[in-house]
């Protein structure tokens, strides 16, 4: 009977402390901001930049090539480029319109453009077969962005 009654003392008291009394809680209270933002598009005046044939070591220079970002008004968008493929090395920005990594576009109206041009100058032959790929991606570091919204 002793024993009974021990363990039944026992399992009172540990009931008090591990299951719920709240001896020595703390609290700390943690704010969440943030601001929900339209997504960016961009889109293309083309889908597909041709050369067609080009002697080896010689240039030849694509059209301007337009594109359109579009996404929430007054926000910086930061522009980043990547070409991937075979003659990959052969192709490059023409210095006159280029994509420059890290470049920002302010979205004065909720849309900006940026032109570029590109330059092909094969150093031996064959095919040139490269993407491009453009990344537009919101600054979050633009402090005068986050000051007024």
Same mark, same amino acid.
């Given at each position: 009977?002793?024993?009974?009654?021990?363990?039944?003392?026992?399992?009172?008291?540990?009931?008090?402390?591990?299951?719920?009394?709240?001896?020595?809680?703390?609290?700390?209270? /943690? +704010?969440? !901001?943030? *601001?929900?933002?339209? %997504?960016?598009?961009?889109?293309?005046?083309?889908?597909?930049?041709?050369? =067609? $044939?080009?002697?080896?070591?010689?240039?030849?220079?694509?059209?301007? /090539? +337009?594109? !359109?970002? *579009?996404?929430?008004? %007054?926000?910086?968008?930061?522009?980043?480029?990547?070409?991937?493929?075979? =003659? $990959?090395?052969?192709?490059?920005?023409?210095?006159?319109?280029?994509?420059?990594?890290?470049?920002?576009?302010?979205?004065?109206?909720?849309?900006?453009?940026?032109?570029?041009?590109?330059?092909?100058?094969?150093?031996?032959?064959?095919?040139?077969?490269?993407?491009?790929?453009?990344?537009?991606?919101?600054?979050?570091?633009?402090?005068?962005?986050?000051?007024?919204?």
């Amino acid at each position: 009977m002793k024993k009974t009654f021990f363990m039944v003392g026992l399992l009172a008291a540990l009931s008090m402390t591990a299951f719920g009394a709240e001896v020595g809680k703390v609290e700390k209270a /943690i +704010g969440i !901001t943030g *601001t929900a933002v339209k %997504g960016i598009t961009i889109t293309s005046t083309e889908e597909t930049i041709e050369f =067609g $044939r080009v002697l080896v070591n010689s240039e030849a220079v694509s059209q301007e /090539i +337009g594109l !359109t970002l *579009t996404g929430e008004s %007054g926000q910086n968008v930061v522009l980043n480029s990547t070409m991937v493929g075979d =003659g $990959r090395a052969d192709l490059s920005f023409d210095d006159a319109a280029k994509i420059v990594d890290g470049e920002k576009l302010l979205l004065t109206t909720g849309t900006a453009t940026k032109k570029f041009k590109l330059k092909y100058k094969p150093t031996t032959a064959g095919a040139l077969n490269v993407t491009l790929t453009v990344t537009a991606s919101y600054d979050d570091t633009d402090a005068a962005w986050v000051a007024t919204n």
